[in-house]
């Protein structure tokens, strides 16, 4: 009877663990989708951008420049365009 018992947590815990997976491999698929969305909107804005003549290139070097100069780390793109 003891190895029954055992028999069926043992494929309860395999049941559980493969549920996981599954449910995480879904969550990531959908995390995917909104990161290519982010992505895209990213580069549509960054498109807008040049064509209004901003050197994002420039920019950024010189907003590394500048905090190199202040010993500061290097700044996201969020930082950047603030």
């Excluded at 947590?9 to 995390?31: C, D, N, P, Q, V």
């Amino acid at each position: 009877m003891a190895k029954k018992n055992n028999e069926n947590s043992e494929e309860e815990r395999i049941g559980f663990h493969k549920g996981a997976l599954a449910t995480l491999a879904k969550e990531r698929e959908e995390m995917q989708k909104i990161l290519n969305v982010v992505e895209q909107l990213m580069q549509m804005h960054i498109k807008e951008l040049k064509d209004l003549g901003v050197d994002l290139e420039k920019a950024a070097k010189e907003a590394v420049k500048k905090s190199k100069g202040k010993g500061k780390s290097k700044k996201s793109m969020d930082e950047l365009l603030k």
